[in-house]
């Protein structure tokens, strides 16, 4: 580990190219169809943890995918608009959420070595490598 890594965390080899970014975190399930307003860029759905938040570019941490083939199609454009997140982090995803990260270009991993939606906090900085199966935890968002 770098001197900068504050901590590695090892999941299943993910799909995308390796980004940096902050991390947006809730421990709630993820639907692309119904818990986002995908052309304001937001959480949209009332009872969801991050409703107003803006996911866009953040590196985006939630527990497992929700949802049905809609997903799919509903990345591509929410990638083809601007307004998706960096990376998906879900502890466990279904078929349709890899299919459609895939089909997205999105980077996205899942089943991690211990719940991701605890190991992570909104703001960290984190770097995420599919290709490697890992997760850095970089430390805080700088201001």
Not at 5 to 28: C, F, P
């Amino acid at each position: 580990m770098s001197n900068n890594v504050k901590r590695t965390i090892r999941g299943h080899v993910g799909i995308g190219a390796a980004v940096t970014g902050r991390a947006l975190v809730a421990q709630d399930d993820f639907s692309a169809r119904y818990d986002l307003d995908r052309v304001k860029g937001v959480f949209s759905r009332p009872t969801h943890k991050l409703c107003g938040e803006d996911y866009v570019d953040t590196i985006l941490v939630l527990n497992t995918a929700k949802g049905g083939v809609a997903s799919s199609w509903m990345l591509r454009e929410m990638r083809e608009m601007g307004k998706s997140p960096a990376a998906l982090l879900l502890n466990r995803a279904n078929p349709i959420m890899v299919q459609g990260a895939a089909f997205a270009d999105l980077c996205f991993m899942d089943r991690f070595d211990t719940d991701i939606t605890t190991a992570l906090k909104t703001g960290d900085r984190v770097r995420v490598d599919p290709a490697a199966g890992t997760v850095e935890i970089l430390g805080p968002e700088p201001d």
